[in-house]
């Protein structure tokens, strides 16, 4: 094992996304290639600028004969860089959690679709992606990128349980701040945006010294959001105009690091302390991500610009406006 935990911890470099895409090796479909789900994208542009040098491999998350959300994967790490979707009102509830897997990241000629996790995966797959048994006693629970609770379809629901789209994700930050966060979210786009609204949420690594979960998934220091939705009501009320077309968010996934990119709140309850969510303009949040990912990242084409907002009449939803304090 610690032989491959070297290999985890290979290298990053500088190529493009897309050229880094290219040299990928898989055939085109599914995996390997962005192109039959671009619409999870602004402008149909997945993100420019992220790290490559490492083994990314984008995902068209398939499930039931339906594209369902996009995830560019990290082999290496064995998690999702990040997941881009488009929110949905929500309906329903949680789904049954049947975790499932991709099987074209273990087999080239594999259906592409995903799969529900058998108790006893096929070598090849614990190779490729995480498994259940790597977040046994790991002290970390799996952690959505893509929440079921942003969507309407109970396939689209369901389609967000699969282990290319979580994460190792610590208790305190996804029962507390980041759940309240993945709500507040929610609950401003139904109320205000016009749609489509796209959302990408991601992976931020430690600086140095990565975190292991069973010696083979990588653990994110932070976990960023960021949504677009160009078309919005006009008559916003104040509270909400700084959140929109845009806005983002980075939370803490670790309570004992530092407070240079988010600050601890020290009255907070003991059991989400030092997991806080800071939230911030998109502009900030690429900043953060050039100065621990790559140095050119942009997350959303020509920063989700779009039409000029449509001035409805007063409330024609009649959905209740949420105070800013509500949403947080």
């Not at 911890?9 to 085109?28: C, E, Q």
């Amino acid at each position: 094992m610690p032989a491959q935990r070297e290999v985890l911890r290979g290298p990053r470099g500088a190529v493009s996304l897309l050229l880094l895409a290219s040299l990928v090796g898989l055939a085109p479909g599914e995996v390997g290639d962005f192109s039959p789900c671009l619409r999870f994208f602004h402008r149909d542009a997945p993100p420019t600028g992220l790290p490559a040098g490492r083994p990314l491999t984008p995902v068209c998350q398939r499930f039931r004969n339906q594209y369902r959300f996009a995830s560019l994967y990290d082999r290496q790490r064995r998690t999702p860089l990040y997941s881009a979707y488009l929110l949905t009102p929500a309906a329903g509830k949680r789904p049954q959690n049947h975790w499932k897997y991709e099987p074209q990241l273990a087999f080239s000629r594999a259906k592409p679709e995903m799969q529900v996790l058998p108790k006893t995966p096929d070598q090849n797959v614990i190779e490729s992606q995480a498994v259940l048994q790597d977040y046994n006693n790991s002290n970390y629970t799996k952690g959505h990128l893509n929440p079921s609770l942003h969507h309407h379809d109970a396939n689209d629901r369901k389609a967000t349980f699969t282990l290319t789209n979580v994460v190792p994700q610590k208790k305190g930050s996804n029962g507390g701040p980041w759940a309240r966060l993945e709500e507040g979210v929610r609950a401003r786009l139904e109320a205000l945006c016009l749609g489509p609204a796209h959302v990408i949420t991601g992976f931020l690594p430690y600086a140095s010294g990565q975190r292991w979960i069973n010696d083979r998934v990588a653990v994110p220091e932070y976990m960023w959001s960021a949504y677009c939705c160009p078309s919005y009501h006009g008559s916003l009320p104040r509270w909400a105009r700084p959140f929109f077309p845009t806005y983002a968010a980075i939370g803490r996934n670790d309570r004992d690091s530092g407070e240079e990119i988010v600050p601890v709140d020290p009255t907070a309850k003991g059991s989400v302390r030092g997991y806080d969510v800071r939230r911030l303009p998109l502009a900030d949040l690429e900043e953060v991500l050039r100065q621990r990912l790559a140095p050119t990242v942009s997350l959303f084409q020509g920063q989700c610009a779009g039409p000029p907002p449509v001035v409805p009449p007063r409330n024609p939803t009649g959905c209740r406006f949420y105070e800013d304090n509500e949403l947080q």
